[in-house]
């Protein structure tokens, strides 16, 4: 192969990987494809609920044809008994000749294992091509593994002027359609989206994929509400049975309560506080034990200032409206400046955008 069919190659299955997001948690979005004499022979993605793995399910369309051929992969192939066999196994059975990989997986069951029993076989393993990209699309696997917790990210809607609600908290529709259908997108390519009570006492939001043949990849629900205060008819409440809830609430919160929110069939965990907001970092460890990986934080404003405020963002999504709100409207961070986003030395800006009148900046952990 080429430099240049293997890019177009590794590029097809960097999308194929990204099908997955959102919809394998707790295991990493792969995406596979077999090449034989410059022609694709198979193509796998790691399917819901993170198994078949990708790398067998590109095997499975290739059949005997995988002898020989080259197999690109965005993460290293699992070496590891789990609840399915090794995919590097599966490879070397297949007699593939050559493995081009994105990157190591940083699973310390896997780290270099999977390409090692690979080499072992006699065959030739390549890697580094698209690492960024890969590195990008497995960000919740890879700081799962290194911190303890699920990727996050800062979703915010701002009017021109900075604010996201008018005065005295009341909701106001601040970005047009093409945005919103751009957030429901978006909403997809998570693994669970999050908000404080505070933004369903005020909006009673959805937080669901409101288009067309996506409400089934709408995420978890998470609550932040540390007195459960949460009205039973609330959206998040009412409608747990069609698309999973979960809420966290102090160790002081009324067990009454609990008991009628988990009848209803929401799950709910207590962790720690401190003058009365939750403890983000033990939430966030809950998440990642519970096989969250990636996380969307919808706020409101003082959810989003407390992610903000202890350094637990990874990447921004900043939509910015026209319309403007008042001087007496609500800020988007509580008590902060959007420059603690904008001007941040441990966030770099990677992207601009415009749906409709609005336009979205994008911003990753430097």
């Known amino acids: 192969m080429t430099p240049g069919e293997d890019a177009r190659f590794m590029a097809l299955a960097l999308a194929l990987g990204r099908r997955g997001l959102g919809n394998t948690w707790p295991n990493p979005a792969v995406g596979a494809v077999i090449v034989k004499n410059g022609v694709i022979i198979g193509r796998g993605w790691t399917q819901p609920g993170g198994r078949p793995h ?135 390519d998570y693994d669970a989206i999050l908000v404080g009570i505070g933004t369903v006492l005020a909006d009673n939001p959805a937080l669901t994929c409101r288009l067309p043949g996506m409400y089934e990849r709408s995420p978890v629900r998470i609550l932040l509400d540390s007195q459960l205060r949460a009205p039973l008819a609330c959206h998040l409440v009412a409608t747990v049975r069609e698309t999973p809830t ?73 939509f910015h409206a026209e319309k403007t709100i008042g001087e007496d409207g609500i800020d988007a961070l509580e008590g902060m400046s959007l420059d603690a986003l904008t001007a941040s030395d441990k966030l770099k800006k990677t992207g601009e955008a415009e749906f409709g009148p609005d336009r979205v900046e994008t911003y990753e952990r430097v």
């Open 54 to 188: 990708a790398e067998t399910q590109a095997l499975k369309r290739a059949g005997k044809a995988a002898e020989g051929a080259t197999m690109y992969v965005t993460l290293e192939p699992c070496s590891h008994q789990g609840k399915t066999p090794p995919c590097a196994d599966a490879v070397a059975r297949a007699k593939i000749a050559r493995v081009v990989s994105s990157i190591e997986d940083p699973n310390p069951e896997v780290g270099g294992q999977g390409h090692k029993k690979l080499t072992d076989r006699k065959i030739a393993v390549e890697v580094g091509l698209g690492a960024d990209d890969a590195r990008r699309d497995h960000a919740g696997h890879i700081r799962r593994i290194a911190d303890g917790r699920p990727h996050v990210m800062l979703k915010l809607a701002v009017s021109a002027d900075g604010k996201v609600a008018a005065a005295g908290r009341k909701p106001v529709a601040i970005t047009g359609e093409a945005a919103r259908h751009r957030v429901y997108q978006m909403r997809a």
């Open 246 to 318: 979960w809420i966290f609430t102090s160790k002081t919160a009324s067990e009454i309560a609990e008991q009628i929110l988990q009848e209803r069939g929401a799950k709910v965990f207590r962790v720690g506080s401190q003058n009365g907001r939750l403890d983000l970092d033990e939430i966030l460890k809950t998440l990642s034990a519970e096989g969250i990986t990636r996380l969307m934080v919808e706020g409101g404003p003082t959810v989003a200032a407390s992610f903000v405020d202890a350094d637990l963002v990874d990447a921004v999504a900043l």
